[in-house]
């Protein structure tokens, strides 16, 4: 079946380096992805959103970028800091009409940052 | 905290017992979802609602898993004869009926353990 996953399960970086967490999507019809961020022994955080229509968008020090050719997400992350140590899912929603349909995620990647 | 709340944090069971979690979603949020985590996975959806109506429900969703809403506000989740299995967290999600708006905003979960 079409499912969300991740390339990396684990992710690396020093502090002040940029990250990048990729994520691959099977399912070309999605429109609406969202990256959310998982703190340990906490649910899942909104970091950034993107529809299908976009190719990129920025938030405050995270960038996602969508390339539809591949099925491709990927979350950077600028100037690392400790505090962004965390699990990182992307999620997709399939396409509906309306909003706020349950969400498909992956398996996550596991950023750690090196002080 | 005007977020998501969860209860209780923890629980631990012996298999064959009933549980039941309480989700409190945030206030005038119309929708409420549960989804279920397993260590090193990403959260998979179980049900949700819409006000008082439940919407649809994930084949993961087994006959002894029952989910209420009775009057559009708080939910339960309750799982009878919990089996091993059924070891996982407990997200709770919720969010506003918005074509535009996809956030979900998760609670912190609930353990569960079964012995």
Redesign the interface.
Known sequence: GES?GLHLPTLSVQEGDNSIINCAYSNSASD?F?W?KQES??????II?IRSNMDKRQGQRVTVLLNKTVKHLSLQIAATQPGDSAVY?C?E?WPV????????????TRLSVIA | DTGVSQNPRHKITKRGQNVTFRCDPISEHNRLYWYRQTLGQGPEFLTYFQNEAQLEKSRLLSDRFSAERPKGSFSTLEIQRTEQGDSAMYLCASSRVNSGDHEQYFGPGTRLTVT
């Open positions: 969300v609406y969202i959310y022994g906490k649910g899942p955080q909104f959103d899912f999620a929603i009409f309306s909003g706020n349909t349950p969400l498909v995620f992956g398996k996550g």
